[in-house]
């Protein structure tokens, strides 16, 4: 593979040649390097190395865009609390490496959160390191030097080389736009050897090549642990960057709306592929997979395959959510008839599980447990699956001991969101799960889900799922639905979609 591992190795600056002997390439990945051959991976060729010279002369000079990251006071705040919390101990934090989807062609490079919460750095390998001080944490961005013209890597590394990726910050940029010192990451194996015997603490599983640097220690979980903690109560740039993610969030499922006649067609793809666009165009990528679910999918509840067709009687579900540039996601559920009208035996579920969302939003204030949604709406939904004939008595289908009305409801109803769609996730249970606070932001997104194939579910309820979910500010004075824009009941639903489509066909055209 062509530059793997590059980034930690010495870098390939490269000498101008002296004299030009004619030669077989005599190169290999451990002698990169020879008086007229530069190597380019083991399933490239090897580069005259009169050509890289070449290569690296004649550019005007061209960077990343400077100015500093609208997050970088927020991030030193962030570094300095957590050396205050975790004080007397050495803190490795690494953003994580290029993932590969196929041979040599890797995902769009997504940063690790806590790295990216302690930071807003983008590029790919970082590493922070937090150093215990007299009462202020010292904070070093370790970061791969640039491959630019400087570097034989800028036209025979396809994986990091400027030339194949564009420009990169290396430690000079870096320093510049996240307000941060930096240091080569080719020097972090040193550095890290220079630390034995002190106390460090690692976020493990990230980067394989940094776990295999630090010794596992008994304060990595309580590190993990407190950085979660740390992100359950949203800033006022988090939240702002919430607010513009559930934004565009909110336009997806209106695109979504509009090129239904499209999916009628071309089924789930569409609508996978319309609120997608939206999240590339408006943020940086979607934040989870989008869940497409037509028809019986909706009851299938991580259904991502999104290849099944839409039909005109069918509900669609569809959970999505935009993660913006500075990476917070939103995480919205709506479920629509598509044909613009439900069914009498669509919206029976559909209104009971919209009065168990608004008994879940309305319990959520600062100081009640995290489980007051949940079992407030989950309160509703068993009455409801009672009145359906589903079970036979609430309180024995909601014994502690049998909870047999998990059948029909099939998850929990709220998770915490932040930068990542299940945020915090590393929080300590009892924190967790413990009272909520106010600036906490988490989901409430109870449904009910009817299998097709379920005998025990009167056959004109099977095959419908149905779930709302929208995304909770916990206010000083209860819960701010920052996914408000979006209708939630039926009648609302039906007139928001008769809106899209009054705005004239959609725009898409996919043929056949
Ligand atoms: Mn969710």
Redesign the pocket.
């Known amino acids: 593979m062509v530059g793997r591992g590059s980034p930690r190795g010495a870098l390939g600056y490269i000498e101008p040649m002296t004299d030009r002997p004619v030669s077989e390439p005599d190169v290999s990945a451990e002698h990169p390097l020879s008086a007229s051959w530069v190597w380019a991976g083991a399933h490239r060729p090897p580069v005259p190395r009169a050509l890289v010279e070449a290569m690296r002369e004649g550019w005007s000079p061209e960077g990343p865009t400077a100015g500093v990251h609208p997050a970088a006071g927020a991030c030193a705040r962030r570094r300095q609390r957590l050396g205050e919390l975790l004080a007397g101990t050495t803190l490795v934090v690494p953003t994580g490496p290029l993932k590969v989807r196929a041979n040599d062609t890797d995902y769009r490079f997504r940063p690790g959160t806590d790295f990216s919460y302690l930071t807003g750095c983008d590029e790919p390998d970082a590493v922070l390191v937090l150093a215990p001080g007299a009462g202020r944490a010292h904070a070093t961005l370790f970061v791969p030097e640039r491959r630019d013209q400087r570097s034989h890597e800028f036209f025979t590394d396809s994986r990091y080389g400027e030339l194949w990726v564009g420009p990169r910050r290396g430690t000079r940029e870096a320093a510049a736009h996240y307000a941060i010192a930096t240091a080569p990451l080719e020097e972090l194996a040193k550095h890290l050897a220079g630390l034995e015997g002190t106390a460090i603490a690692l976020v493990r599983g990230l980067d394989p090549s940094v776990d295999a640097l630090v010794a596992p220690s008994e304060v990595d979980a309580r590190l993990v642990a407190t950085l979660s903690e740390m992100r359950l109560v949203k800033d006022a740039f988090e939240r702002e960057q919430l607010e513009a993610a559930i934004a565009a969030t909110v336009s997806g499922f209106a695109d979504v709306v509009r090129a239904l006649p499209e999916a009628l067609r071309h089924g789930e793809r569409v609508v996978e592929g319309v609120f997608n666009l939206r999240a590339r165009v408006a943020g940086h990528d979607v934040g989870y997979d989008t869940i497409a679910a037509a028809g019986a999918h909706a009851s299938i509840l991580h259904w991502t395959r999104n290849d099944g067709a839409v039909r005109p009687g069918d509900l669609l579900l569809l959970?999505a959510g935009v993660e913006g540039d500075h990476l917070y996601t939103a995480?919205v559920?709506r479920t629509l008839p598509v044909s613009g009208t439900f069914s009498p035996a669509q919206r029976r579920i559909y209104e009971i599980v919209l009065a168990a969302q608004e008994a879940g939003i309305a319990a959520i204030r600062p100081g009640v447990p995290f489980a007051a949604a949940h079992d407030a709406a989950t309160a509703v939904l068993v009455d409801g699956l009672v009145d359906l004939g589903l079970l036979s008595n609430a309180d024995e289908a909601l014994r502690r001991d049998a909870q047999l009305y998990r059948r029909y409801t099939l998850h929990g109803t709220s998770?915490m969101l932040g930068l990542d769609?299940h945020d915090c996730a590393n929080a300590r249970q009892d924190l967790y799960r413990g009272d909520l606070a106010e600036g906490y932001v988490l989901?409430v997104?109870p449904g009910l889900y009817f299998q097709a194939n379920d005998l025990t579910v009167p056959e004109e309820y099977r095959g419908i799922g149905v779930r709302i979910?929208d995304d909770i500010w916990v206010g000083p004075d209860g819960a701010v639905n920052l996914s408000a824009a979006l209708p939630r009941a039926a009648h609302d639903v039906e007139a928001w979609m008769r809106a899209q489509w009054d705005q004239g066909p959609t725009p898409l055209r996919l043929g056949e």
């Open positions: 959970d995480d559920t998770h769609v989901t997104e979910e």
